[in-house]
């Protein structure tokens, strides 16, 4: 597949990192009220590569094993979000989350349930948020957990060449603790070229607008 495939116009690639922006600020403030914490995220980057490429990304930037909390969505475009943080940063999310004075054990007796609750609440804010701006509706699945490494997080190894990956670089702030993640979504062809072509036409109306 050519890059030309997958990537994004400068315009296009602008309108998605402020849709994701958009759509995590709204999960922060989310997160906020659950935690009654400050909670800061920003989203720098966002890239569409292979799953292979994804794979190699995070294995470049994260030697720890990584875990994950994992929701299918469907309707205008469909696929697979995944939020991924290194395994120490996933405890340190729980205590934020679950409260400071916890033990280790208490911290790995809470982890699943806690990232669950915390990953369900950013991906679905995020996707609810991004799908509203595109004047769409998604249907989300319940969390799922998985740990691992990049190809196995990623599935490389069921060699699906039509499956791409919009992967961003998420940095999170949580009680003054500094904690980074990556979300990433699945989504094959198709699936892609209607989010990209939902994003054209909230560039055009957006223009529209600044020509009124």
């Known amino acids: 597949m050519s890059q030309d495939a997958i990537g994004l116009t400068e315009l296009q690639q602008d309108a998605f990192t402020e849709l994701v922006n958009i759509g995590v600020s709204r999960a922060a403030a989310s997160l906020r009220t659950m935690i009654g914490t400050q909670v800061l995220l920003s989203v720098p980057s966002v890239e569409i590569v292979s799953r292979k490429a994804a794979a190699r990304l995070i294995g470049e930037r994260e030697a720890a094993p990584l875990v994950v909390v994992h929701q299918d969505f469907e309707g ?50 995020c996707l609810a948020t991004m799908a509203n701006m595109l004047q769409r509706t998604l249907t989300m699945s319940l969390p799922g957990i998985q740990r691992g490494d990049g190809p ?61």
């Open 76 to 125: 205008a475009f469909a696929g697979r979000a995944l939020l991924i943080f290194p395994q120490e940063n996933g405890r340190e999310l729980v205590r934020a989350v679950a409260g400071e004075e916890l033990s280790p054990d208490e911290v790995a007796a809470l982890e699943d349930e806690a990232l669950a609750e915390t990953g369900n609440i950013i991906l679905n804010g």
């Open 152 to 212: 196995r997080i990623f599935g490389t190894e069921a060699g699906d060449a039509d499956s791409l990956v919009l992967f961003l670089y998420i940095d999170f702030s949580v009680s003054e603790r500094d904690i980074r993640g990556y979300l990433a979504m699945l989504m094959d062809l198709p699936s892609l070229e209607s989010l990209r072509a939902l994003v054209d036409e909230f560039i055009a109306r957006a223009l529209g607008d600044l020509d009124a």
